[in-house]
């Protein structure tokens, strides 16, 4: 393929498009998948406070089967909801239930 002098100014104004369509494009993706995430843990912990709720004896464990999450991202968002005082832990960890206080 040959190229005069004259197309070389319209080759990088094309480049220059290309990675201003691609900058841009991934600036969207990034601020997309940042309120996918916030909405995900947002419901995430609704869910889980629901099912406390129905239930205050249930365990990290089974809420992770329940939810189809992991024990340990279940723990993180038990924890939060106690850091925001959500949810009070009554009793052991064995034995003891989980208090709602909405």
């Known amino acids: ?23 841009v494009y991934h600036k969207e993706i990034s601020e997309n998948q940042g309120n996918d995430v916030v909405t995900n843990v947002a419901s995430n912990e609704d869910k889980v406070i629901a099912l406390l709720r129905q239930d205050g004896k249930m ?21 939060n909801l106690k850091e925001r ?11 003891g239930y989980w208090e709602v206080t909405d």
């Open 59 to 79: 365990t990290a464990k089974v809420l992770a089967a329940s939810l189809g999450l992991t024990q340990r991202q279940v723990q993180r968002i038990l924890a």
């Open 85 to 95: 005082n959500k949810i009070i832990r009554h009793g052991a960890s064995k034995n």
């Open 1 to 23: 393929m040959a190229f005069c002098i004259s197309d070389i100014p319209s080759l990088f104004d094309g480049w220059a498009r290309i990675r201003h369509a691609i900058r």
